[in-house]
């Protein structure tokens, strides 16, 4: 099924001096594939891989350009330009993406990044971006389980953390205390969920649970290790923030982990570091 703001291959069925025309079956009829975007090797006959949105002038459009976002998903945009219509984004294609002023939790300000999900209106059918999230987000029961592995987007600060988007369709909570290094909004990231809460709250983490979770951080650990010339100048009275700095993880998980490696024998525990085995 065809489905516009998003990825899909179609045939191509006419060449013209302006283009190629690609078949959108009985809902579209015929997309034109702009000549700019055309290739040597596209031939009538063949399927080509294109995103389908809706030019400055609402004709239907094919591009072989990457797209930063599509329907049905959030992304980080950039606001490039905002007028008495709302802001826009840019989404990499020539027609920048409206957020209404109706869609936008704040008001939007031009330079600055939004998490936003892009949809296609019921009633205009233009494709449009809104900054109301919350809108979009837990709408169908969440079947998770604790250590599965998950997308990750970083949508918004708390006190607590971060607020992350679960695999395009539930919040979860991403406390300070699982953060070592980096984050911010817009990031995106794999992670793991931690805890399912009684009323169905997520919290997720970014090192695997459990025991798992520590043979992850050893590996890290080792990775580590190889890219100093296999010392670490980090110890059991090293600071949390040094081991923070260096291996973006708690203190407790560094002394299981190198509890771990030692006793696997893979790591000596000397003095005032750690040191891999030959």
């Not at 040597?40 to 239907?60: A, I, N, P, T």
């Not at 250590?147 to 949508?155: F, N, P, Q, T, Y």
Request: aromatic residues 10%; proline residues 3%; glycine residues 8%.
């Amino acid at each position: 099924m065809i489905k516009v703001g998003t990825y899909n291959k179609l045939p191509i069925v006419k060449q013209v001096d302006f283009g190629l025309y690609l078949d959108g079956g009985y809902d579209f009829g015929e997309i034109l594939l702009p000549k700019r975007y055309i290739t040597e090797d596209m031939k009538v006959g063949q399927s080509v891989e294109v995103f389908l949105y809706y030019d400055s002038e609402d004709r239907l459009i094919a591009t072989t350009q990457k797209a930063k976002a599509e329907v049905g998903k959030f992304s980080s945009l950039k606001v490039i330009d905002t007028n008495r219509a709302g802001a826009f984004l840019d989404w990499g294609l020539p027609k920048d993406l409206l957020v209404p002023f109706n869609q936008q939790k704040i008001p939007m300000k031009e330079g600055y990044g939004y998490v936003v999900y892009v949809y296609q209106d019921d009633i205009s059918e233009r494709l449009v971006a809104s900054s109301k999230l919350d809108r979009f987000l837990d709408n169908e029961p969440a079947d998770y389980k604790v250590g599965e592995k998950v997308d990750l987007l970083i949508a918004d600060q708390t006190d607590l953390g971060f607020k992350a988007i679960i695999n395009d369709k539930h919040w979860g909570v991403l406390f300070t205390s699982e953060v070592f290094g980096e984050m911010g909004i817009g990031k995106k990231c794999k992670g793991y969920i931690k805890q399912i809460r009684e009323d169905g709250k997520l919290d997720v983490g970014l090192t695997k649970v459990g025991y798992a979770k520590v043979d992850a951080l050893a590996e890290r650990i080792l990775q580590t290790l190889k890219t100093h010339q296999g010392y670490l100048q980090l110890s059991d009275k090293s600071s949390p923030d040094q081991i923070a700095k260096i291996l973006k993880m708690s203190k407790g998980n560094f002394k299981k982990s190198i509890g771990q490696l030692y006793r696997k024998n893979l790591i000596d525990i000397e003095e005032k570091g750690i040191r891999i085995k030959e």
